[in-house]
């Protein structure tokens, strides 16, 4: 899965892989705090066997490997444990362990992805890895528009996240479950998160700092209605939130956002309409995405920016 050549992890990239694809979703807002790219490498502060580590990480120059530079604490700092739970990181984010190619086979027979699927051939579906900062994201995105969701997640992470300066900069990690679940609603509308999404947060916040809810749960179902069901379970997630993340942090690959907004611009541009396909319509399309819907749907993002 990885090994250390030049005082750097290198791990990998199966095929195919377009760094260049990927890099330029992550780089779809100017106001994303959890990373920062400059020069084609992406700088990320992980939280990662009990610590915070600062890396750096970019692309062989024929895509055949992602190399990650361990920057703060140093390479040699690090332990064993660490160095493998920053490439298991890194493997999740770029969901380096799906096979690809039923999905592109299934997009060639298909008129409305075959277009997307070629433009954008090699791009992965960049994830969440952190079960907290998945429902967190999906919570804060609920009916409102991307812009401000990046701005309150913002506020978020930079009042109540962990951080490390390195030359000039601040590098921020999500808060942790116990911090959130630590606060008065009153903290987060002070955001201007609403009441109920200062609620929500704080409730899911607890579950996970008391136990009760986790990936490493979640993922043991092996049945996607059930882990669809466990999340619906939850206040304040409903079938877009609970799809969401299975579909950025739990990878099941069948998750399909129906009710997205941005789903069906993108089916909207790609079909040339003037009005969006109502979701009969998008159930009939997403007919002959069976087991590929997760995937889809991203490619079909894509097309937005």
């Not at 401000?148 to 997640?153: D, E, Q, R, S």
Request: charged residues 20%; glycine residues 6%; aromatic residues 12%.
């Amino acid at each position: 899965m990885w090994r250390e050549a030049e005082r750097m992890l290198i791990v990998p990239l199966p095929q195919p892989f377009r760094y260049a694809h990927n890099l330029d979703y992550l780089q779809r807002s100017t106001n994303e705090c959890l990373y920062h790219i400059q020069d084609g490498a992406i700088y990320k502060l992980l939280p990662v066997a009990g610590q915070n580590v600062l890396i750096a990480l970019e692309t062989a120059a024929d895509d055949t490997a992602l190399h990650i530079r361990l920057i703060e604490p140093s390479e040699g700092a690090q332990s064993a444990e660490t160095r493998a739970a920053i490439a298991h990181y890194v493997w999740a984010w770029f969901d380096l362990g799906t096979d690809l190619s039923p999905f592109y086979a299934m997009a060639a027979r298909d008129p409305i992805l075959e277009p997307v699927a070629d433009s954008f051939h090699g791009l992965r579906l960049m994830g969440i890895p952190d079960l907290f900062e998945a429902l967190s994201w999906g919570i804060i995105g609920q009916q409102i528009n991307l812009p401000f969701a990046y701005t309150l997640k913002r506020r978020l992470v930079e009042q109540f996240g962990t951080s490390l300066t390195w030359e000039g900069r601040t590098f921020w990690a999500f808060p942790t479950p116990e911090r959130i679940a630590a606060l008065a609603p009153e903290d987060l509308t002070a955001l201007q998160f609403t009441r109920s999404k200062a609620d929500y947060l704080i409730g899911v916040a607890a579950l996970m700092a008391d136990g009760a809810l986790s990936k490493e749960h979640l993922l043991s179902l092996r049945d996607y209605p059930q882990m669809e069901q466990t999340l619906l379970r939850i206040r304040g997630i409903g079938p877009w939130t609970a799809n969401y993340v299975l579909m950025r942090c739990l990878r099941w690959p069948s998750a399909f956002p129906l009710a997205d907004v941005g789903l069906h611009n993108a089916l909207k541009h790609v079909l040339q309409r003037s009005e969006k396909p109502t979701l009969p319509e998008i159930r009939r399309m997403a007919e002959g995405w069976a087991g590929w819907e997760a995937y889809a749907t991203f490619y079909l993002w894509r097309v937005l920016y």
